[in-house]
């Protein structure tokens, strides 16, 4: 599981090499979500429906097979503003 834990962190803080990970607040959040069945019908998954809106390159998220509640825990932990 170290493995695992090391990916994860990387993933978590950077976006790309040296650029820190966005930050989405939870009004933006939300607006996504409710936006997020017309994509769904359209055959995005739900990782890479958040990628895409937010520009955000995380190919863990984005390829998840992991299903709509893992990837919603692990955006809402890495990036959702806390308050």
């Not at 790309?16 to 607006?31: A, F, Q, R, T």
């Not at 097979?65 to 692990?74: I, N, P, R």
Request: charged letters at 20%; one cysteine or more; proline letters at 4%.
């Amino acid at each position: 599981m170290i493995g695992h834990n090391a990916f994860e962190q990387i993933v978590a803080f950077a976006n790309s090499p040296g650029e820190p990970v966005p930050l989405i607040n939870k009004e933006d959040y939300d607006i996504w979500r409710q936006d997020y069945t017309w994509e769904a019908l359209h055959g995005q998954r739900y990782g890479q429906s958040f990628c895409n809106r937010f520009n955000i390159q995380d190919n863990h998220l984005y390829y998840n097979t992991g299903g709509v509640e893992w990837a919603d825990a692990y955006i809402k932990k890495t990036y959702l503003e806390r308050a």
